[in-house]
């Protein structure tokens, strides 16, 4: 009986990962978002911030302060729910995307990314499957979002302007994502990512358009405030949800996004292929 020939993966170098045809590349991330998926389903409480996280902040920004900024945009707590509930679609954008940086991080650290290395797969893959994964998690979000915020009273006057709402809010979560993805390489763990993601968000999400209007603030807030891309994306929102201007604060978010993934793509890239 002759010996069975063994084969050992060998590591795939980054100038092989041209080599890898696109239906290479196409197949190789379609079996890793199954990974990703498989896993979350195994980890079900991975999904917790995905599902707590709209109903909370809707809840509390309605309840705590709905009525005292409806008064101030001429209304009531109903006045403040189709204000607020566009820009918590553009908040969830952001504050999700923090979550493909720490998954990062927590492979690299576990040592998932090493066996990956070990495999014949194209490098973008590992990266494309987890975009798409946590693009998924967002539209879950998103959706939560959109039923809490009916139950809350929302009137949804245009499906189609909240279909392109995701849409808008899905390509700007798919730039900000290459951002924490060059976190999640560079930083040495998850905490630290996530520590990171916070200085980030927090002053992007509250110094902008999405929980109350921009007029009553400092002038060198609201000058902040203008440059804010939370700030179009909200109102790009809200312009198509329950009317208003749209074109600009719409081409101002598209440009946000189309820049900031033209610059971290490459750079979030080339750090995770040169990654010792």
Do not use: C
Not at 36 to 51: C, F, G, V
Not at 94 to 122: A, C, E, K, Y
């Amino acid at each position: 009986m002759s010996a069975a020939t063994v084969t050992t993966p060998v590591a795939v170098s980054a100038s092989d990962d041209v080599r890898i045809p696109l239906r290479g590349h196409l197949r190789h991330t379609s079996a890793l978002i199954r990974r990703n998926l498989l896993w979350i389903r195994q980890d079900p409480e991975s999904m917790a911030d995905a599902l707590l996280m709209p109903v909370i902040f809707t809840l509390l920004f309605v309840f705590v302060f709905g009525g005292s900024i409806g008064q101030a945009l001429g209304g009531g707590q109903d006045q403040y729910v189709q204000y607020v509930i566009p820009g918590m679609i553009a908040m969830m954008s952001m504050t999700l995307s923090q979550g493909v940086g720490t998954g990062f991080s927590q492979d690299f650290n576990s040592g998932v990314m090493d066996r990956f290395r070990s495999l014949p797969i194209g490098r973008g893959s590992v990266l494309f499957a987890k975009i798409s994964v946590e693009l998924m998690r967002m539209l879950f979000a998103t959706a939560v979002l959109m039923i809490v915020a009916v139950l809350v009273g929302f009137d949804i006057t245009s499906w189609t302007g909240l279909l392109a709402t995701v849409a808008l809010s899905t390509a700007f979560a798919s730039s900000i994502m290459w951002v924490f993805l060059t976190l999640g390489v560079i930083m040495k763990s998850a905490q630290s990512v996530q520590a990171m993601g916070f200085l980030v968000l927090f002053p992007l999400q509250f110094g902008s358009s999405i929980f109350a209007p921009t007029g009553s603030m400092p002038g060198w807030l609201e000058a902040f405030t203008d440059y804010n891309p939370l700030s179009t994306l909200a109102d790009a929102a809200r312009g198509l949800m329950v009317g208003g201007p749209v074109a600009h604060d719409l081409w101002v978010t598209l440009a946000w996004s189309v820049a900031i993934t033209a610059v971290m793509a490459p750079v979030a890239i080339h750090k995770f292929k040169t990654k010792s």
